[in-house]
């Protein structure tokens, strides 16, 4: 009898226990998806992440915008001094001279001689060797906008209303000649003028000379400067020194 007891004693407590396990394992997900579905707290509702992205939205201006990526058509980048070159370093320099013509290979640029400069603390030193290195007899040098531009490229200055350029020059030893100019380059997008200084004699002290642009198309102007000398003018080469290159 006492056997019957205690095994049904056991099999009452292994069913009960079986019974709660049972329970606890179908509530178990009940409970886990109540506490994701719980609703947020008081704090956590007053949040609103999308509210500042819309007010940031509605400060955007397009017309704003537009004002700053377009550029009036044909507008003057002349007003009333247009260096070419002051100083090495000047942050109002415009033109490069890129535009190596003839016997390039017999050129030699330096664009901070520092050595007597006509004023500030540098200038533009030339050197020309007469070799002949590409067959040509002559050679020269172009200041263009942007680098490098034979009128393939738009790119030129509106100088309207600019009345010269002037420059200054010495040789080294004097009696270097040599011709300057300003324009003429052609092609696609080629220059509305050109002018020249004609061909000088320079002697060993520093002289202006101004080429007149009065009355001329300066509204697209990609060749800003030009030197050019030759073999036949100079057979032993020569030194020029440049500086203060504007338009005015």
Request: proline share 4%; glycine share 10%.
């Amino acid at each position: 009898m006492r056997k019957n007891l205690t095994f049904a004693a056991l099999m009452i407590g292994a069913m009960t226990l079986v019974l709660g396990c049972t329970r606890y394992l179908a509530e178990e997900p009940l409970k886990r998806e109540t506490e994701v579905a719980m609703a947020p707290t008081e704090e956590e509702a007053e949040l609103e992440p999308l509210a500042p992205i819309e007010e940031g939205a509605e400060e955007i201006e397009p017309s704003e915008a537009k004002e700053v990526v377009s550029q009036p058509a044909g507008r003057r980048d002349f007003k009333g001094v247009f260096n070419v070159y002051t100083d090495r370093v000047a942050r109002d320099n415009h033109y490069a001279p890129s535009g190596w013509m003839g016997d390039w290979g017999d050129l030699r640029l330096i664009e901070n001689w520092a050595q007597k400069p006509h004023s500030g603390k540098t200038c533009i030193r030339i050197e020309y060797s007469a070799n002949r290195s590409q067959g040509a007899g002559w050679a020269g040098i172009y200041w263009q906008n942007p680098p490098n531009n034979w009128g393939t490229i738009k790119g030129g200055f509106n100088l309207t209303g600019a009345k010269k350029l002037s420059f200054w020059a010495r040789g080294e030893k004097g009696g270097e000649i040599a011709e300057f100019k300003m324009g003429g380059i052609t092609g696609e997008y080629a220059d509305s003028a050109s002018a020249s200084a004609g061909v000088v004699e320079l002697t060993k002290k520093w002289k202006m000379y101004e080429m007149d642009l009065t009355d001329r198309d300066l509204s697209y102007i990609s060749g800003g400067f030009c030197w050019v000398t030759s073999y036949y003018d100079n057979p032993e080469g020569c030194v020029i020194c440049l500086d203060d290159i504007k338009y005015e």
